[in-house]
């Protein structure tokens, strides 16, 4: 196992952009008022995996029937109203741009998100300018791979890009299922208990209450840290 920090892997939402509740409004507009589940719900609930996940999820809840015609169409419908919203309110998570930028400038990173593409070019064409997709080697999106998180491949598939092996890269994540999806590729975690509570990220081994309590050198020294 490498003493010596190789590379950094973000998720997204949670992480780098504050786009939980631009997720749920784009998917209650998609499904329609029959949908009943609130934004706690989906928060506790409903996020960590994919689009497929939360809106099955959201379905239950509400005791909505529906087929795969019609998920493809709540999934247009969330996807042409998701890229509208995120233009008008897209805000980066304190800390987290600065953070990319920084580590970009010393060691390769890449992004594992459960977002589709489409959502992850939505969201970067306008965060930091529109120069925030340049600097991640590798983009793992939800189309690029065959099974969610918790599923281990998101991270498996992102630290093969990069070419380094997962226990020399850290993990940031915000959720539960995120957290086992990188520690099942054999990456260590940084969680942030921003959209949830630090006792559900348990897994990770520190978390953190923002990014901008965590730099490159902190992410070092963690990393030089023996494991418990």
């Not at 499904?31 to 609930?45: A, C, P």
């Not at 491949?153 to 990188?182: H, M, Q, R, W």
């Not at 921003?194 to 992410?219: I, N, P, Q, W, Y």
């Amino acid at each position: 196992m490498s003493s010596e920090l190789q590379a950094v892997v973000f998720d997204m939402d949670g992480v780098i952009i504050e786009s939980e509740m631009i997720h749920y409004r784009s998917i209650c507009e998609a499904m329609g008022e029959n949908m009943k589940v609130s934004y706690q719900v989906f928060l506790e609930q409903c996020t960590g995996s994919d689009e497929r996940f939360a809106m099955g999820r959201m379905a239950a809840f509400s005791d909505m029937s529906y087929d795969e015609e019609l998920f493809q169409e709540w999934s247009r419908l969330k996807a042409t109203a998701y890229a509208r919203l995120i233009a008008e309110e897209v805000n980066p998570m304190p800390g987290a741009i600065d953070l990319v930028e920084r580590v970009a400038e010393e060691l390769p990173i890449g992004l594992a998100t459960g977002s589709r593409r489409s959502d992850v070019d939505a969201a970067f064409r306008v965060l930091g300018g529109g120069c925030l997709a340049g600097l991640f080697q590798t983009i793992v999106t939800s189309g690029d791979v065959a099974h969610s998180k918790p599923h281990p491949i998101t991270y498996s598939k992102a630290v093969e890009d990069l070419g380094v092996e997962p226990s020399a890269c850290f993990a940031i994540e915000d959720s539960p299922n995120g957290i086992d999806s990188a520690l099942g590729a054999g990456l260590r975690v940084i969680g942030v208990d921003v959209m949830h509570d630090a006792s559900k990220l348990s897994r990770a081994e520190r978390v953190v209450s923002t990014l901008t309590d965590v730099s490159l050198d902190s992410l070092r020294k963690w990393f030089a840290e023996p494991l418990a």
